[in-house]
């Protein structure tokens, strides 16, 4: 069973008046974004396990491609965050 899957199984849960307030995953399902915007959009809230090297943003970044600096090599072409990203582990420590 793919991770995406078990959506549904959450929602066949709810549907069938299983009593819960939330759902709990772990770090493999906690850092996949594709299962918890899915389990976010279905209207459930939840918990998850992420791993302590995830990188966070503790201010919502500007993310965009930087201005070509010189006419010489290859234009840029992957996006940058204007603020750095810190460690999950990094944070809990302040």
Known sequence: MEKVDNCQVVLYASLKNSDFDYVGVDALYGA???FTDRLDAMGFQFV???CSNQRIYL??????IPERKN???RPPKKCVADIEAIKVAGYEKS
């Open 32 to 34: 996949d974004h594709d």
């Open 48 to 50: 998850g396990d992420i």
């Open 59 to 64: 201010d919502d970044p500007d993310i965009e």
């Open 71 to 73: 006419t010489r090599g």
